[in-house]
């Protein structure tokens, strides 16, 4: 290819400046918007993993037909959490610990309050071995509570305030965390009795089991599934995957929503070179009689919808980024977590979908430009 | 070297049928021919068919030992490529080249390198007398200028033929005489020079004049002693 063809392309976009810096702008937008809306997946399976490797126990013992992010009412009963224990050595599980969660608000992290019940005179640090003390004491007393860093800090929780679990029930700060950077920092450790009081129950969430040296969390947690009837046991694996597995699922539902937004992007490219090959017939017809094969018009009209795709694809990835780092921005105030990440394979796969785009939208302007007739193009008819 | 052999060329206009070009048969020799005759006398179908822009309804158009009308669009458009340069009446340069690199174009088509297509298009532009112009976008040459780039252009690949239709029929008379001077040197030079016109007394300095009427060439007309003048200029 010669430099005289890249000129040719490049000034012919230069030539309608204000055309095709608005079909450019149609790409930036829709790879910008796809960039964003996938960057949510990245950034959760990220946070995901983080999350649950600051998780302690390996093992996560559910009532059956309740997945780990969804527990809903607590279901577990006190019995089979003692039936747990009991056979505890016999399955090579090393402790037990049965928590059970209270949500409190609406969906505005601003306003929502989750509560963990852990057994009485035991550490939130069971739970998450990564929390450390701020201020106050790291074990809830009977009415006590141990509070995230970040809810604290935004709902101005000092030691000694009082917290109303329910019009019956209130609890005393008594303890601050350091500050995690996980979902931990959000949330409120109380008692289990406090929270199965307000809620009326004697039923856990779940429970928490730590393996046994010489065991692997694999085989204990089917042991469980073998020995008690009425759970489901995950490891810390299982988890990642059904995490994996919904975080696919919501990638596929969020590139279907960005895919409207490329494809009308698409069209702009589509459109805009369709009406420069109008415009050139007669370069065309020239460029044909002198000597050029039809194949070098049709790569001439692709290369140009191509560059669209790639130079659009690229400002709309830095655009994607930046509106990505907003968003984290908000999230990390808001909840401590950065909600969106743009990682190598999604910068990757927006190019690839910018330059397939851009390949698509300028095929068709580039099959009419080469099977022109040279007479008709050059009007010698 | 190119020889149109019993072309004829049919038309549907509406449910009209129209013969544009009527059992034209002619072997072209070297130096200048003039294919003259009113407008609608087919002249430029004529020349649509020997240059392989279009194919003929019969009859055929060939190139050496080429049958050229019956290629298909890409084997002509190569060999058109080689063998043929193109001075047309307008539409002649692409306005997002600049001279040098419209003169260049056919080079790199031709697969020619940069450096070497560069020169070779500067120095052409030189012979033409636009050594001054190189840089200039189309728009901002003149009518005749336009022309002698065009000419430079077409002679980049140093082809045997050399098409011109209506070269100066913008031109004012000043610009006009030097594009033929230009176009009757190269025909002086051994090529085949085929010069479309309507305009006579630019066709009384071919060496042949083909005259053409409905599509049919009526006359043939050699003038030796126009060509010695040729020769001794």
């Known amino acids: ?102 949500t409190r608000g609406g969906l505005d992290p601003q306003t929502a309050f989750v509560f963990q019940g852990i057994p009485e005179g035991l550490s939130p640090q069971a739970l998450y071995p990564n929390l450390t003390l701020a ?30 679990l329910s019009p019956s029930i209130s609890l005393r700060v008594e303890g601050i965390l350091k500050p995690n950077g996980g979902l931990s920092d959000n949330i409120i450790y109380v008692p289990s009795s406090v929270v199965q009081e307000a809620l009326g129950t004697r039923n856990y969430t779940a429970a928490a089991v730590g393996v046994r040296e010489g065991f692997k969390a694999d085989q204990v947690a089917g042991a469980i599934k073998a020995r ?154 | 070297m190119l020889e149109a052999i019993n072309l004829y060329k049919r038309y549907h206009q509406g449910e009209v049928d129209v013969v544009a070009v009527d059992r034209f048969s002619y072997r072209f020799p070297a130096g200048l021919t003039a294919i003259v005759g009113p407008s609608g006398s087919g002249k430029t179908t004529l020349l649509n068919l020997l240059a392989g822009f279009d194919v003929p309804s019969e009859g055929e158009v060939w190139l050496g030992n080429t049958p050229f009308s019956t290629l298909s669009e890409d084997a002509r458009s190569e060999l058109r490529l080689k063998h043929m340069g193109f001075v047309f009446q307008q539409w002649n340069l692409i306005p997002t080249l600049t001279a040098l690199e419209n003169v260049a174009f056919p080079m790199m088509l031709a697969g020619i390198g940069l450096k070497e297509r560069t020169a070779r298009a500067a120095a052409l532009l030189e012979a033409v007398g636009l050594g001054h112009r190189v840089k200039h976008w189309p728009h901002k040459l003149s009518g005749g200028e336009q022309q002698r780039v065009a000419i430079a252009r077409a002679l980049a690949l140093n082809p045997p033929i050399l ?71």
């Open chain 1, 228 to 381: 008690i009837a009425g759970v489901n046991a995950q490891t810390t694996g299982d988890v990642l995957r059904f995490a994996e597995r919904a975080v696919r699922i919501s990638d596929l539902v969020r590139f279907g929503i960005s895919l409207v937004a490329l494809v009308v992007g698409g069209l702009l490219v589509a459109n805009t070179v369709m009406m420069s090959v109008y415009e050139r017939i007669r370069e065309f017809g020239l460029m044909r009689a002198l000597g050029a094969k039809q194949g070098f018009i049709f790569g001439l009209v692709l290369l140009e919808a191509l560059l669209l795709g790639v130079v659009g694809g690229l400002l709309g990835l830095l655009l994607g980024q930046a509106a990505s780092g907003l968003v984290n921005w908000f999230t990390g105030r808001e909840v401590g977590l950065a909600l969106s990440a743009i990682t190598f394979r999604l910068a990757f796969f927006a190019l690839l979908v910018a330059v397939v785009l851009g390949l698509l939208a300028g095929f068709l302007p580039a099959r009419t430009a080469s099977r022109l007739k040279v007479v008709e193009a050059l009007g010698r008819l």
């Open chain 1, 1 to 102: 290819m010669g430099v005289e063809v890249l000129a040719l392309i490049y000034r012919n976009l230069r030539a309608r400046p204000v055309r095709s810096i608005l079909t450019l702008l149609g790409i930036v937008v829709s790879t910008a918007s796809m960039v964003l809306f996938l960057s949510f997946g990245e950034g959760l399976r990220k946070a995901l993993g983080a999350e649950l490797s600051t998780v302690g126990p390996a093992v996560l013992v559910l009532p059956e037909g309740v997945e780990a992010f969804s527990p809903g009412y607590p279901e577990l009963r006190p019995e089979t959490v003692e039936a747990l224990k009991e056979s505890a050595s016999e399955l090579g599980i090393s402790q037990v610990i049965p928590y059970v969660v209270l």
């Open chain 1, 135 to 164: 201020a106050g004491s790291l074990v809830p007393g009977p009415k006590g509570a141990v509070v995230g860093s970040r809810l604290a800090e935004r709902n101005q929780l000092g030691l000694g305030k009082v917290l109303r």
């Open chain 2, 163 to 233: 098409f011109a239709d209506e070269p100066t029929g913008n031109l004012d008379s000043a610009s006009g005489a030097r594009v033929v001077e230009l176009l009757l040197h190269q025909a002086q030079e051994g090529r085949t020079v085929i010069l479309v016109t309507h305009d006579l007394e630019l066709a009384r300095q071919a060496e042949r004049v083909l005259r053409l009427r409905d599509g049919r060439l009526m006359e043939i007309e050699e003038a030796p002693a126009r060509r010695s003048a040729v020769s001794s200029c």
